[in-house]
T-cell receptor, first 113, second 114 residues
Framework: DSGVTQTPKHLITATGQRVTLRCSPR?????VYWYQQSLDQGLQFLIQ???????AKGNILERFSAQQFPDLHSELNLSSLELGDSALYFC????????????FGPGTRLTVL | AQSVTQPDIHITVSEGASLELRCNYS??????LFWYVQSPGQGLQLLLK??????LVQGIKGFEAEFKRSQSSFNLRKPSVHWSDAAEYFC????????????FGKGTSLLVTP
């Protein structure tokens, strides 16, 4: 158990819908990273937050957004969902914003029908 | 462009045999290197990391990796594989100029035969 929690574990929804994925980092970690894992793209970095502020952006679509709250939990919002958004979404946390190991949550499996 | 390459998509080894999984990277800045393992239906578990110092690093579950700057490689090794090592292995690289977000290789799937 990494100490990073993600809810829900599974999510099934329809095209055009909007969903919210939630992540709670390890106690004491200030950074949260979101990654997407799909069969064709592999593991891709989406976005990073550090202590409530957006820190870095990767291959995140405009339909996707995220935020980190004062209690440091983070939410990833996916809207206007398409079939291709079906993937495993991971959250990871680290103690700081610099070079540090990232601890991954169990992931949320999103299926868009 | 920054990239991480794991040349072997699948590897099969016999239980008790040695293992080496290859990882090559292309980065302008000094990279921070990681190996993660993912069992079916599970999240990613960190096996080991290299930030600086001794180029041979020890990790969990008996794994080790060697950083070779001249070859831009960070290969993962284990002297004797156990059936429970069957999983997907990912090499990942982070760098300051990309905010330390991890850039992952495509992964190597390890099958262990009796």
């Amino acid at each position: 158990d990494s100490g990073v929690t993600q809810t829900p574990k599974h999510l099934i929804t329809a095209t055009g819908q909007r969903v919210t994925l939630r992540c709670s980092p390890r106690s004491g970690d200030l950074s949260v990273y979101w990654y997407q894992q799909s069969l064709d793209q592999g593991l891709q970095f989406l976005i990073q937050y550090y202590n409530g502020e957006e820190r870095a952006k990767g291959n995140i679509l405009e339909r996707f957004s995220a935020q980190q709250f004062p209690d440091l939990h983070s939410e990833l919002n996916l809207s206007s969902l398409e079939l291709g958004d079906s993937a495993l979404y991971f959250c990871a946390s680290s103690v700081g914003a610099g070079a540090a190991e990232q601890f991954f949550g169990p992931g949320t499996r999103l299926t868009v029908l | 462009a920054q990239s991480v390459t794991q040349p072997d998509i699948h590897i099969t080894v016999s239980e008790g045999a040695s293992l080496e999984l290859r990882c090559n990277y292309s980065y302008g800045a000094t990279p921070y290197l990681f190996w993660y393992v993912q069992s079916p239906g599970q999240g990613l578990q960190l096996l080991l990391k290299y930030f600086s110092g001794d180029t041979l690093v020890q990790g969990i579950k008996g794994f080790e990796a060697e950083f070779k700057r001249s070859q831009s490689s960070f290969n993962l090794r284990k002297p004797s594989v156990h059936w429970s090592d069957a999983a997907e292995y990912f090499c990942a690289v982070g760098a300051q100029d990309s905010g330390y977000a991890l850039n992952f290789g495509k992964g190597t799937s390890l099958l262990v035969t009796p």
